[in-house]
């Protein structure tokens, strides 16, 4: 089983329709991020949360919401799904403590298409 | 603001042909620097990664990079690719200390796709 799932896989949506990506891990990390790929863009940063109680914005937050129901799971949520926000999303943690090696670990991804 | 530069956005090479892709970042201070892959159709996954030390970092798969603080660089590089490293490369940096932000930023990758 994989350490970081994404559920769902892939999903078709409709404007305006809200869509919860959900995310959850095994790995006992504290750290979790979303992130939303796309062609020549890159990776870029949504949303990050460093334990239950922290959540920060990334540097693309607009649009959408976060929650951390547990350390294990970090759900991502667009309320009203435009279709700039087709992408594929991908949830990752990390075991940083300042000393640690702050290596992500990344979940398989979400494909969302909006139209 | 930190930021990341991969300026090959794509490369074309034929087995055994040397690679390097090049990665240059924007920040003064302390930095933790990685080179993540992405195979079609998957995640990313862990290359290499730079923390302290020795500046020649050798990771899996034959790929090592070299970090060179002067230049604010972190290029990969293999000297014989093959048809298996066809994929999607991506440069990423935290910066580490007072003020930094540390989260990991991620260039905007490059396509390597290798000819048999």
């Known amino acids: 089983d994989a350490d970081v799932t994404q559920t769902p896989r892939n999903r078709i949506t409709k404007t305006g329709k809200r869509i919860m990506l959900e995310c959850s891990q095994t790995?006992?990390?504290?750290?979790m991020y979303w992130y939303r790929q796309d062609p020549g863009l890159g990776l870029r940063l949504i949303y990050y949360?460093?334990?239950?109680?922290?959540?920060n914005k990334g540097e693309i937050s607009d649009g959408y919401s976060v929650s951390r129901q547990a350390q294990a799971k970090f759900s991502l949520s667009l309320e009203s799904a435009i279709p700039n926000q087709t992408a594929l999303y991908f949830c990752?943690?990390?075991?940083?403590?300042?000393?640690?090696?702050?290596?992500?670990?990344f979940g398989e991804g979400s494909r969302l298409t909006v139209l | 603001a930190q930021s990341v530069s991969q300026h090959n956005h794509h490369v074309i090479l034929s087995e055994a042909a040397s690679l390097e892709l090049g990665c240059n970042y924007s920040?003064?201070?302390?930095?933790?620097l990685f080179w993540y892959v992405q195979y079609p159709g998957q995640h990313l996954q862990l290359l290499l990664k730079?923390?302290?030390?020795?500046?020649l970092v050798k990771g899996i798969k034959g790929f090592e990079a070299e970090f060179i603080k002067s230049k604010f660089s972190f290029n990969l590089r293999k000297p014989s690719v093959q048809w298996s490293d066809t994929a999607e490369y991506f440069c990423?940096?935290?910066?580490?200390?007072?003020?930094?932000?540390?989260?990991?930023?991620f260039g905007t990758g490059t396509l390597l796709a290798v000819q048999p």
């Open positions: 990423a940096v935290r910066a580490r200390g007072g003020g930094a932000t540390n989260k990991l930023i």
């Open positions: 949360s460093f334990d239950v109680k922290d959540i």
């Open positions: 920040y003064g201070g302390t930095v933790n």
């Open positions: 730079y923390f302290s030390g020795d500046p």
């Open positions: 990752a943690t990390s075991d940083w403590t300042g000393a640690g090696t702050g290596e992500l670990f």
């Open positions: 790995k006992g990390h504290d750290r």
